[in-house]
Structures are given as C-alpha cells and as structure tokens.
C-alpha cells in the first residue's frame, strides 16, 4: 500500500510507482504503460483539478464536470469516456467504493504525485476497472513542510488552502491538510463551494507502523445544463451559458472517510492490514430539457437523496527475501450500501432559462426508492521474476468473488406501485502477464521493450438514478494486449513511451432510457485500438517540456439499438465523444527564485456526438498558461485556464438524451503562497 513506501524514496524518486504491484517500483520497469505527475510539477503549473493536472499525459483528456456537477469530472483514457470506466485511488484507497469514483470530492492540494496505469486495474484492485488507474498520493507526515496558499479569480471565485505538520509524541507524526474553493461559472446560476480537510497520522507501534487518516469534505454545487442535440449540432435555439435547471438547484454531496493501516517489517518483506470506511450522502434537485420547441422548452425535474457506505478491507504479504523475485499475496474485501429515494416532476422552462419554476416548490409526480448492496471480495498473487539482466517477467492472478443485491420501489401517483428485486453473483478468475525488456543500456540511459496482456470483468454500473427497473446487468467483461517502448537519453534529461494497445470488450454498459428515465443497458461488443506517446524533456535544471499525442479507434462491434422504434446495427460505427487525436504540448520554467512562466496547448480532434456518427463535432484547441514571481519563501503568479476560450461539447450527460456538457469557459487565477 502507500504506507509500504518510505518517504526518502519517494522525495528523491518522482518516478516510484505503487498502485501497479503495491511494491514501490520504478516506473522503467513495469511492463505496462504508466506516467507519473509529480506534486511539485503541478504545483509549478498551478494545476488545482485534474484536467490541468493531467493535460500533459498521453491518452488521457479530462473533461470538468459532467452529470455530478461543476466540481465533478469525467476522464477518457484509452479512448473511452465513461464516468466508471476507470478506477480512482487515494492514498491506497478505491475513492468511490464499490460503486462509481467520486471526483467530486477529491483534493489535488498537498500532493506528491499521480500515478497514471492506463489498461485495466492491477488484481490487486479486483474488478473496478478496464481503461486505468488515476492513483493520487498525497504527502506523509513530517515530509512535507509548510505551504499557505490564497487566491481569486474570475467569476467571482476564491480559494485557499493550509498544509502544516503538527506537534506530538515522540516517533508519531501528523500532518493536516485545509482547502476551500468558491468557483463561479459563466453559466447562469451556476457554481460550486467545496471544503476539505485531511489529517493524515503515523507513528511506530510494535515494531511496525500504524496510519490513520481522517479525511472530510462538503461540496455545495449549482449545476449548469447540458446543451439538447438538434440533428447534427448543438441546438442554435439554446443561448451560450443559459441555464434550464430549477432555480435553486443543487448538487450536494458530503463525505467522511476514515483509514487504519499497519505495515509490519517481517523477514521475508513485509504485512500490511487496512481498513477504511467512508459515508457519503447527496441531496440534489436538477433538471433536464426534454423538447426543444418555441416559445417554451419541456423538461423534467428529479429531486432525490442518496447515501452510500462503503468499507474496504485488504491484507497482503510482500515477499521480496528470494533473490529475483517479488511475490504479492494477499485477500481485499469491497462492501457497498447504497440507496437513493426521490421523484420526477414536469415543468416548462423559456428559451433563455427563464421563468423555472425554485427548487422544491413543484409536486412530485412518483416516489422512487432504490436499495442496492454489493460485496466484491477476492484472493490474489503477483510475482515478478527477473529472469536475466535484461528480461523481467511478471503475472497477475485473482479470484473474485462477486455478490450483488438490488430492491426497488416505485409508485407513479394515480398508476399504483410497482416493486421487484434481483439478485447475481459472480465467481470469476481475471488476470495478466507482461514482460520487459532491456534492449540497450549505457549509464542511466536505456532502452526497454515491453509487452502485457490483461483479462479482467467488471460489475455492471450503478448511476444511483430513478431507474426503477430491478434488473442486475451483466458484468462487463475485457481482454487487452499492449506492446511498447520507453527509454532514456542524453544523461536521462529526454525520456519517452510509446504504447501501442488493443482491447476488446463485452456486455459494456451505455446510458439508456426506460419509461422515460434515463437508465443504463448492456451494449453489445466494442473493441479500442490506438497508440499512445509521451516524451519529456529536462533541457536545463529550470527548463522542462513535455509532449503528448495518441491516435484512438473505438468502435462497436455488436450492438444493436433502437432508435425511434428501429433497431440499427452499429457495428463498425466509432464510439461518441472519443476523438481520434489528442495532443498536448507544455512548457515550464521554474528556477529556485525569480521570475516562473509556463504554457500548456492541448488539441482535441473531431468527434462524433452520437452512436450513428451522423453529427461530428470539429476539433479544437485550448491554451492555458501562467506567470509569476518566486523567492525562497513566496510566489506570486497569475495562470489562466482556457484562455483560448473554448465552449466546445466535451461529455454526453447520462441523464439527458442527446445532451452535452460544454468545456468551461476561461478562468483567471492570481495566487499567493508561502512555503517552507
């Protein structure tokens, strides 16, 4: 787990990766693609929220918000955008539980670095995803320093943050972490506030090392709208920013989590235990165009409250004592509670956002209750064999072991109550093999070859909407190969990978409606092919650039929907909202003190809006950039975000049919901060 790495490796080597074995590794000798963005680099770039934390790393494209709110984001990696698809780990965490990562929720303040593990997660992360890993890892007690930090911006947003160690007992360490943002929007009546706090403990007890965090955050958000698709284009009836939601609205999720972890030293390597627990409860009321028609547009409201339990427990062993080898094994157990009661109503809203009705102020027209339950459990083992100098070969083995529940209610007032209830389990064997290696070497400069393959399944989504329908779906299940190369040149100051990937998949899981609620179905097979590169270069101590570009194919294979009461085949048809081409381009210059600049271009290619890739979205490009003025202890500096100020569609709503989430518009920043 991440309590395994000591703090002096991580401080000295930005490059230690642990969420692909949970043994601290470099990243050079994974046999997977993996990119890894260190604390300091985003704060050089002023990165506060994923899309710019990761803009710079190849195959990934993060668009904000999305169907959980302005504070939310929905990630595409290995060209499939979904918001479940990949797997959110922090600090040795799955964040989100058994059920869907919450990005809402997540600080990127006091970070030590982001690991990034594109394909499907390691088996020691069970069955949670199939495109990647986003593994966050903020920084131990009593390694990080001090760091005060305030700003405002654009749209009437501010934000600061406090990251300090505390006082206590003699070998026991503590540090806390405090951040609040108010971001204003462009759109009408839209924005979000968010309050964080992090207070992460460790300390030697027998003859080990125990960790507790505490970790609890309150986001308050007013939702922007999805903008409803006429035939091939965004409608031109729909005004730039104009709000359909409820006056009011809001999305509003708190969440409390605690972890114990215990790291014993053992002759043979070492045990960890852990154990963590979080609560998360949302209340919201959002709405959504249904018929855009003069003078008025119809829609339909939801107003619900959902709460979530989720306890993660794993044990394992590290065995690194037999010389060559690395071994993992070990037992995790995942357990869900989830619910969600609410109801719809109609209403009518004017071309502009105009005359809503307030939120709650709308009878209801059913009550919907949801209970689902689910237990995801599994035994694993890793090993890894460094056969001979140059060729190390690993394999991945895992037994899950999957029981899922789920009971529904739903009364449409005046048509009765309908209830039912389902039940699946799930017995099955996923795994991987890969191999690396070492083709040239002089010094630190090398080159290494590398090849894995990784077969894995995934419990259906549950999107916590009032889709009544008891059905489980099916599992969702995924082969991939990948083939690469990385190395390193020029005294290690150029660095590159190159990734090539094929992955196929069955039973995916795609947005749907059902009696007019949006709800999720099966979809047939789909198949992602695309190649992946990222080169880095240190030019001087001060001077770092860094590029990326991918080339993605995703396509269904078998699926057949119906569209107006016509069942189409899609077969061949490219996947919506992937872009073939992704590019990024950035530049830092940060010396020790003086005057800090850096940019960032980032490129996203044309893209179909829909499933019969009748309407194609053209390609476009953001610029963000930054300035600024540093000493030993303060920086000042001015970053702009989307400066170019893009409103292209980025993310499909799951909840609305044929509607799009824009880019969010530009953003101007100006901080201060002190550090020691």
């Known amino acids: ?38 604390g300091e680099d985003l704060r050089n770039r002023g990165a506060t929220d994923l899309r710019s934390a990761l803009a710079l790393v190849a195959g990934v494209d993060i668009a904000p918000g999305g169907d959980g709110g302005p504070a939310a984001a929905v990630p595409e990696m290995w060209g499939f955008r979904e918001f479940d698809a990949f797997l959110l780990v922090v600090d040795g965490v799955p964040w989100g539980g058994a059920f869907n990562p919450d990005t809402v929720t997540l600080s990127l303040q006091d970070v030590e670095r982001i690991e990034i593990l594109r394909g499907a997660a390691p088996v020691m992360y069970g069955a949670t995803s199939f495109v990647g890993v986003i593994h966050v890892v903020h920084r131990a007690p009593g390694s990080g320093g001090t760091r005060f930090s305030g700003s405002v911006g654009t749209e009437s947003s501010v934000a600061g943050s406090a990251s300090f160690d505390l006082p206590g007992p003699t070998g026991f360490e503590s540090r806390i972490t405090l951040d609040a943002d108010q971001h204003g929007l462009s759109d009408d009546r839209a924005d979000f506030q968010r309050a964080h706090v992090g207070w992460r403990n460790e300390g030697e007890v027998a003859d080990g090392k125990l960790r507790l965090t505490l970790d609890a955050t309150a986001v308050e958000q007013s939702p922007v709208s999805p903008v409803p698709r006429q035939g091939r284009v965004l409608s031109p009836l729909v005004p730039l920013d104009a709000n359909y939601n409820p006056r009011g609205a809001y999305i509003d999720p708190t969440r409390v989590a605690l972890t114990v972890e215990f790291t014993q030293p053992q002759s043979y ?3 960890s235990t852990l154990a963590s627990y979080a609560h998360t409860g949302t209340k919201a009321e959002r709405g959504f165009v249904t018929a855009v028609a003069q003078p008025t547009f119809d829609a339909q409201g939801f107003r619900t409250r959902t709460t979530q339990d989720d306890v993660y427990l794993d044990a394992h062993a590290q065995i690194t004592s037999v010389e060559q080898f690395e071994f993992v094994v070990g037992a995790d157990y995942l357990f869900g509670d989830g619910s969600i009661n609410g109801g719809d109503y109609d209403y009518t809203v004017a071309a502009n956002g105009s005359g809503a009705p307030q939120a709650g102020s709308v009878p209801l027209n059913s009550d919907v209750g949801i209970d689902v339950t689910r237990h995801l459990g599994g035994l694993y083992g890793y090993a890894a064999w460094q056969a001979t100098e140059r060729l190390r070969l690993d394999a991945g083995l895992r037994l899950n072991l999957v029981n899922e529940s789920r009971d529904t209610r739903a009364e449409e007032f005046g048509a009765g109550v309908e209830q039912g209830s389902d039940q699946r389990g799930t017995n099955r064997l996923s795994g991987s093999a890969g191999a690396i290696f070492t083709a040239w070497t002089d010094g630190v400069d090398d080159l290494k070859l590398f090849a894995g393959y990784r077969n894995t399944f995934k419990p259906a989504a549950v999107d916590f ?17 990948e083939v690469g190369a990385r ?9 590159f990978e190159i990734d090539l990937f094929q992955m196929d998949l069955a039973n995916l899981v795609l947005p749907s409606s059902s009696n007019g609620l949006p709800s999720l179905e099966n979809a047939g097979a789909e198949r992602f092919r695309g190649i992946e590169t990222e080169l880095r270069a240190h030019v001087t101590d001060d001077l770092m650039l860094r590029a990326a570009w991918s080339l993605h194919d995703a396509r269904f294979l078998d699926y057949v929907r119906d569209f107006d009461g016509v069942p189409t085949q899609l077969d061949g048809n490219r996947q919506e ?11 830092v210059w940060t010396p020790p003190s003086g005057f800090v600049a850096r940019a960032d271009v980032r490129y996203t290619g044309a893209r179909y809006l829909n499933k019969r890739n009748t309407a194609l979205a053209p390609g476009f490009t953001s610029w963000s950039a ?12 001015l970053d702009g975000e989307n400066l170019s100020d893009q409103r292209d569609p980025v993310a499909e709503s799951e909840l609305a049919d044929a509607s799009y989430y824009r880019l969010e518009g530009r953003r101007v920043w100006l901080s201060c901060t002190w550090s020691e």
């Open 626 to 637: 930054g300035i600024g003025w540093r000493t030993p202890r303060w920086e000042v500096r």
């Open 577 to 587: 909202m992937t872009p073939r081409d992704l590019g990024a381009f950035g530049a």
């Open 269 to 271: 390597g070492a045990w």
């Open 1 to 38: 787990m991440v309590g395994d790495v000591p703090p002096q490796a991580i401080a000295s080597d930005p490059v230690v990766v642990v969420v692909a074995t949970r043994i601290v590794e470099d990243r050079s000798r994974l046999s997977s693609s993996t990119s890894v963005v260190s």
């Open 487 to 495: 190395g390193a040149f020029a005294g290690g100051r150029f660095e």
């Open 465 to 481: 909407g009032l889709d009544a329908e008891p059905e489980i779906l099916e599992p969702e299940t995924g082969e991939s190969i």
